[in-house]
């Protein structure tokens, strides 16, 4: 079986889910963009979007077709090209019509799982769950009898014990795209114990095509992205719980959360990214991790308790932001959460006194957005972090505490034999988390 | 056409040039209409002449209002414009980005004709409503829509890009690419003077080097980066085109107006290819027949507003009118000739590629452009006119060289 082959009877599971919908799309597009190739029109294409609500599978396509019109209307130049023998399609309009309808028409909708009994590709990205996943594969695996291929999105689970406990026979190659997978740049593939050559080679082939970056990582819980996060989330949270001895938890909260934002030049501090990842789903992915673990206690009673008070964060389907730590209203965070009143407390109240208590950012720091984009940003990284170690202030000196323990994270993954590289470390938090700069650096020896 | 009759232009304005490049600019806004902008550009105006009353007839250049605003019948928005123009005669006139030429021209003809005195002329283009790759579909309707099919995404910026691979091919590459983007740096420098201008904002350091980025084919179009592009613009233009009665009846003194030396519209074969590639031949034409009409040469030219759709027409046009021999417009302009200090400056306020291209309204644009810098009211943009160059050339172009308007002025 060939790319093309491959690439013919494909189903996404979780297709309505934040990260299905992107793998459906990007694979959608990809499948069409092969149906249209000349020596593949006599060929059929078929993508099943499977999900358990309908109504959720409605919204989807809805979603789809958006971002396919924008992508196409992104390519019409490569499209004029494709639609050269249509004599009937002459204006842009008719061309990006006839684009999107043949990516649609790719795709089935459907909620009944039984659809990938025929597929020879299976995209899974359900809920992060290692019973239900196992559950699913395994029927699969029964009733298909092409033995298809599964890759898995998991951001935590080893795809050794997938593999394993579902009988995949090596079949299984976890394909981890970033949230969200149209513009997120990065995919971490990681292989398990017994992945099969070919299964891995067609991801990277696959992924290219998509115009993402792939990086690979090896198989232990939270592979490198999560691997890094959890600890930074972890350390973050811990660092706010001992400010707490000494001001209130909102203050802790606030300080905390701007010295990973504006003090480390990132594009948001660490309990804003909690919220967007959602509460309750970081908390999974660190009691998914966290058997796997020697010497280590992944684990926060703070997101257990936010968890019980149902403050939760994560995304609503419009893709805006659910208050979680920080609430959010048009322009941005506006007040934190106190746990023990029960209510968000607004901004004004405690900002000033926080910001009196940091101290002011060097004279040299600029925005992470600005910093992100300029093609001079090591020189410009490099004289900022020269000023802020000459800087004493509680801010500055919580910055360079929580900059070294993100290096010696990434270092970590390193020496446990997470990444292959610490490059790898820098290109994961650089295209997965749009950090400016990798975590092993030497701005702070 | 040599007048039989003196005819004057007085009284211009010019909207802010909308689009890209403006910081009060937001797609996704609610922004003035067709008729706002003609109202805001009529009236004021109107406020210039001594009101409606005093006006005997209304043009209206545009060029796809049918499309991008799924509006036709500009004319009878005369009527919207000031009530004093109901009952009156208006009528809209078209010939794609020369749409604001042709208005002017038909005014010219009938103060010419003895039908009006006074004939208040607007030109006016709303393109923001869609997004740049379905405005390309719409403007292509200034080329011949049998060569559509084969034709570029981006439609004419493809065919001019096809016009600067040829004259590359001719002339060199970075030879021509160097006034190319020369071009480029003028057009900003003079936006930055003209706060109705859309680059009026521009603060690019280095307008060379962005000039001179690699044109990327894949996403756009072989030879032209979009730098190399005029914008895509809402605006209005308007101006009064008056008698020597007119004048007397709305009682501006001959001084604050100029004069209409002559006048020309030239087109050429629509379902055509150009046949020299590299050369706007049409607009030659045009040019020649204005400049005999006027009685005058190149060399009487104090400024020049030219039709830069592209910054290789701006090269061609340079060509053109005669101030380079084909093939030396690129270093005409690298050595500053065109430049607002240079021999013969060309687009005082910043031209297509900096002021903006409302299509329809281009022509009119030009027109108060060099009533302004001529009776000396263009403010921060003003050039020096010199007694022994007092005049001025307007050409506007639709197409790819299809129609071609020029209008010699000089201050009356």
């Given at each position: 079986?060939?790319?093309?082959?491959?690439?013919?009877?494909?189903?996404?599971?979780?297709?309505?889910?934040?990260?299905?919908?992107?793998?459906?799309?990007?694979?959608?597009?990809?499948?069409?963009?092969?149906?249209?190739?000349?020596?593949?029109?006599?060929?059929?294409?078929?993508?099943?979007?499977?999900?358990?609500?309908?109504?959720?599978?409605?919204?989807?396509?809805?979603?789809?077709?958006?971002?396919?019109?924008?992508?196409?209307?992104?390519?019409?130049?490569?499209?004029?090209?494709?639609?050269?023998?249509?004599?009937?399609?002459?204006?842009?309009?008719?061309?990006?019509?006839?684009?999107?309808?043949?990516?649609?028409?790719?795709?089935?909708?459907?909620?009944?799982?039984?659809?990938?009994?025929?597929?020879?590709?299976?995209?899974?990205?359900?809920?992060?769950?290692?019973?239900?996943?196992?559950?699913?594969?395994?029927?699969?695996?029964?009733?298909?009898?092409?033995?298809?291929?599964?890759?898995?999105?998991?951001?935590?689970?080893?795809?050794?014990?997938?593999?394993?406990?579902?009988?995949?026979?090596?079949?299984?190659?976890?394909?981890?795209?970033?949230?969200?997978?149209?513009?997120?740049?990065?995919?971490?593939?990681?292989?398990?114990?017994?992945?099969?050559?070919?299964?891995?080679?067609?991801?990277?082939?696959?992924?290219?095509?998509?115009?993402?970056?792939?990086?690979?990582?090896?198989?232990?819980?939270?592979?490198?992205?999560?691997?890094?996060?959890?600890?930074?989330?972890?350390?973050?949270?811990?660092?706010?719980?001992?400010?707490?001895?000494?001001?209130?938890?909102?203050?802790?909260?606030?300080?905390?959360?701007?010295?990973?934002?504006?003090?480390?030049?990132?594009?948001?501090?660490?309990?804003?990214?909690?919220?967007?990842?959602?509460?309750?789903?970081?908390?999974?992915?660190?009691?998914?991790?966290?058997?796997?673990?020697?010497?280590?206690?992944?684990?926060?009673?703070?997101?257990?308790?936010?968890?019980?008070?149902?403050?939760?964060?994560?995304?609503?389907?419009?893709?805006?932001?659910?208050?979680?730590?920080?609430?959010?209203?048009?322009?941005?965070?506006?007040?934190?959460?106190?746990?023990?009143?029960?209510?968000?407390?607004?901004?004004?109240?405690?900002?000033?006194?926080?910001?009196?208590?940091?101290?002011?950012?060097?004279?040299?720091?600029?925005?992470?957005?600005?910093?992100?984009?300029?093609?001079?940003?090591?020189?410009?990284?490099?004289?900022?972090?020269?000023?802020?170690?000459?800087?004493?202030?509680?801010?500055?000196?919580?910055?360079?505490?929580?900059?070294?323990?993100?290096?010696?994270?990434?270092?970590?993954?390193?020496?446990?034999?997470?990444?292959?590289?610490?490059?790898?470390?820098?290109?994961?938090?650089?295209?997965?988390?749009?950090?400016?700069?990798?975590?092993?650096?030497?701005?702070?020896? | 056409?040599?007048?039989?009759?003196?005819?004057?232009?007085?009284?211009?304005?010019?909207?802010?040039?909308?689009?890209?490049?403006?910081?009060?600019?937001?797609?996704?806004?609610?922004?003035?209409?067709?008729?706002?902008?003609?109202?805001?550009?009529?009236?004021?105006?109107?406020?210039?002449?001594?009101?409606?009353?005093?006006?005997?007839?209304?043009?209206?250049?545009?060029?796809?209002?049918?499309?991008?605003?799924?509006?036709?019948?500009?004319?009878?928005?005369?009527?919207?414009?000031?009530?004093?123009?109901?009952y009156k005669p208006s009528i809209s006139v078209e010939g794609a980005c020369g749409s604001g030429g042709l208005a002017l021209a038909s005014a010219i003809r009938s103060v010419l004709a003895e039908t009006a005195d006074v004939v208040l002329a607007l030109g006016v283009e709303v393109q923001n409503t869609v997004k740049a790759i379905?405005?390309?579909?719409?403007?292509?309707?200034?080329?011949?829509?049998?060569?559509?099919?084969?034709?570029?995404?981006?439609?004419?910026?493809?065919?001019?890009?096809?016009?600067?691979?040829?004259?590359?091919?001719?002339?060199?590459?970075?030879?021509?690419?160097?006034?190319?983007?020369?071009?480029?740096?003028?057009?900003?420098?003079?936006?930055?003077?003209?706060?109705?201008?859309?680059?009026?904002?521009?603060?690019?350091?280095?307008?060379?080097?962005?000039?001179?980025?690699?044109?990327?084919?894949?996403?756009?179009?072989?030879?032209?980066?979009?730098?190399?592009?005029?914008?895509?613009?809402?605006?209005?233009?308007?101006?009064?085109?008056?008698?020597?009665?007119?004048?007397?009846?709305?009682?501006?003194?001959?001084?604050?107006?100029?004069?209409?030396?002559?006048?020309?519209?030239?087109?050429?074969?629509?379902?055509?290819?150009?046949?020299?590639?590299?050369?706007?031949?049409?607009?030659?034409?045009?040019?020649?027949?204005?400049?005999?009409?006027?009685?005058?040469?190149?060399?009487?030219?104090?400024?020049?507003?030219?039709?830069?759709?592209?910054?290789?027409?701006?090269?061609?046009?340079?060509?053109?009118?005669?101030?380079?021999?084909?093939?030396?417009?690129?270093?005409?302009?690298?050595?500053?000739?065109?430049?607002?200090?240079?021999?013969?400056?060309?687009?005082?306020?910043?031209?297509?590629?900096?002021?903006?291209?409302?299509?329809?309204?281009t022509g009119v644009h030009q027109a108060v452009t060099l009533w302004e810098q001529l009776t000396g009211k263009a403010g921060a943009a003003q050039i020096e006119i010199k007694a022994d160059k007092p005049y001025g050339l307007s050409v506007n172009m639709g197409g790819n060289d299809k129609t071609v308007v020029s209008i010699v002025?000089?201050?009356?």
């Open positions: 079986m060939n790319y093309t082959e491959r690439l013919q009877n494909v189903a996404v599971l979780g297709a309505a889910g934040k990260m299905g919908s992107g793998i459906l799309l990007l694979t959608a597009q990809e499948m069409a963009d092969l149906s249209l190739m000349p020596e593949n029109k006599d060929k059929t294409f078929v993508l099943y979007a499977v999900d358990i609500s309908a109504k959720a599978l409605a919204d989807l396509m809805i979603y789809i077709k958006g971002q396919v019109v924008k992508a196409a209307e992104k390519k019409a130049v490569q499209l004029r090209k494709v639609y050269a023998d249509r004599a009937d399609l002459v204006e842009n309009y008719d061309i990006i019509d006839q684009y999107v309808f043949d990516v649609m028409n790719i795709i089935r909708p459907v909620t009944r799982m039984e659809v990938a009994y025929d597929c020879s590709l299976i995209f899974e990205a359900i809920k992060e769950d290692p019973a239900l996943k196992v559950k699913i594969f395994s029927s699969i695996e029964k009733n298909n009898p092409n033995k298809p291929w599964y890759y898995t999105n998991t951001s935590s689970i080893p795809i050794s014990q997938l593999d394993e406990e579902a009988s995949l026979g090596g079949r299984i190659l976890g394909v981890h795209f970033y949230n969200p997978p149209a513009v997120q740049k990065l995919v971490e593939v990681i292989r398990g114990k017994n992945t099969l050559n070919e299964v891995n080679d067609f991801a990277y082939e696959y992924i290219k095509k998509l115009k993402k970056i792939a990086v690979p990582s090896n198989d232990f819980a939270g592979f490198i992205g999560n691997g890094h996060f959890m600890r930074d989330a972890l350390y973050g949270i811990n660092e706010a719980m001992n400010l707490n001895k000494s001001m209130t938890w909102v203050e802790a909260v606030y300080c905390i959360n701007k010295v990973s934002q504006d003090y480390l030049v990132r594009p948001m501090g660490i309990f804003q990214l909690i919220d967007y990842v959602g509460i309750d789903v970081c908390s999974y992915i660190m009691s998914v991790m966290n058997p796997h673990l020697k010497d280590e206690d992944l684990h926060s009673d703070v997101l257990d308790k936010m968890i019980s008070l149902g403050v939760l964060g994560g995304q609503f389907a419009s893709g805006s932001q659910k208050d979680g730590f920080l609430k959010y209203e048009k322009g941005g965070p506006s007040a934190i959460y106190d746990m023990e009143k029960k209510t968000y407390v607004p901004f004004a109240e405690f900002q000033a006194k926080c910001e009196a208590w940091l101290g002011s950012l060097p004279a040299s720091w600029k925005p992470w957005k600005t910093v992100s984009f300029d093609k001079k940003k090591d020189a410009i990284l490099t004289s900022y972090y020269n000023d802020l170690k000459l800087i004493e202030s509680n801010g500055a000196n919580l910055a360079k505490k929580y900059h070294l323990n993100s290096k010696a994270i990434g270092q970590k993954l390193y020496d446990d034999k997470v990444a292959n590289s610490l490059e790898d470390v820098n290109t994961v938090l650089m295209t997965g988390f749009f950090h400016a700069y990798g975590p092993v650096n030497e701005y702070l020896k | 056409m040599k007048l039989r009759k003196k005819v004057y232009m007085v009284a211009g304005y010019n909207t802010v040039s909308m689009g890209t490049g403006r910081k009060e600019f937001n797609p996704k806004k609610e922004r003035p209409g067709l008729e706002q902008l003609m109202k805001e550009a009529g009236q004021a105006v109107l406020v210039q002449i001594g009101g409606a009353k005093n006006v005997d007839e209304t043009v209206v250049g545009n060029f796809m209002a049918a499309r991008f605003n799924r509006q036709a019948h500009l004319g009878a928005f005369a009527a919207y414009i000031d009530e004093g123009l109901r379905y405005g390309a579909d719409i403007l292509a309707g200034a080329g011949y829509y049998a060569m559509r099919k084969n034709g570029h995404a981006f439609y004419f910026p493809g065919e001019f890009s096809d016009r600067a691979g040829a004259y590359y091919e001719k002339y060199g590459r970075e030879y021509t690419r160097k006034g190319m983007a020369t071009w480029f740096k003028n057009a900003i420098e003079n936006a930055r003077l003209c706060p109705t201008a859309q680059e009026y904002e521009n603060k690019v350091d280095d307008l060379i080097s962005l000039g001179l980025t690699e044109p990327n084919p894949k996403g756009f179009t072989d030879h032209l980066n979009v730098f190399d592009c005029s914008k895509v613009s809402d605006g209005c233009s308007a101006i009064a085109v008056v008698s020597e009665e007119g004048l007397k009846r709305i009682g501006i003194p001959k001084s604050e107006a100029v004069e209409i030396c002559s006048f020309a519209v030239a087109v050429d074969n629509l379902t055509e290819f150009p046949a020299e590639p590299t050369e706007m031949r049409c607009t030659e034409e045009s040019v020649k027949q204005v400049l005999t009409d006027a009685g005058i040469t190149k060399d009487h030219l104090g400024t020049v507003e030219t039709h830069d759709c592209f910054t290789i027409a701006g090269v061609m046009a340079v060509e053109a009118i005669g101030f380079a021999v084909k093939g030396k417009g690129p270093e005409f302009i690298a050595n500053g000739n065109t430049a607002r200090s240079g021999s013969i400056p060309f687009n005082t306020t910043g031209g297509l590629v900096g002021w903006g291209h409302p299509t329809g309204a002025y000089k201050k009356a």
